[in-house]
């Protein structure tokens, strides 16, 4: 069974920076040849895809997180990360941990989501 688990959440001013972690069960990352990333939903927003990691180490960014944000994963640790920095309260959200066995973003969907972790931006 894969399991998804966020930590790294919270409130943090704008300017400031987190870490998202997403602990990644049922799957080994790389042997298995999967793809991890990190959606968001705002309140009365759709889910966004916001960066990507494929196991051969492409990246996919979002243009919103694009010299703010930085993914990689520790394959060792089947866990992979998102550094934020210069938040905007724009950025407050769910953030959502995601796996596919194609492709990230997959246009027909994620096969796996973690339950999401609430990032707040204050003003």
């Known amino acids: 069974e894969v399991q998804l688990v966020e930590s790294g959440g919270g409130l943090v001013q704008a300017g400031g920076s987190l870490r998202l972690s997403c602990a990644a069960s049922?799957?080994?990352?790389?042997?298995?040849?999967?793809?991890l990333g990190w959606f968001r939903q705002a309140p009365g927003k759709e889910r966004e895809a916001i960066s990507c990691?494929?196991?051969?180490?492409?990246?996919y960014y979002a243009d919103s997180a694009k010299g703010r944000f930085t993914i990689s994963s520790d394959n060792a640790k089947n866990t992979v990360y998102l550094q934020m920095s210069n938040l905007k309260p724009e950025d407050t959200a769910n953030y959502y941990c995601?796996?596919?066995?194609?492709?990230?973003?997959?246009?027909?969907?994620?096969?796996?989501w973690g339950k999401g972790i609430l990032v707040t931006v204050s003003s």
């Open positions: 990691i494929i196991s051969d180490g492409s990246t």
């Open positions: 049922g799957f080994t990352f790389d042997d298995d040849d999967y793809a």
């Open positions: 995601v796996a596919d066995h194609t492709t990230c973003p997959n246009p027909d969907g994620m096969e796996y």
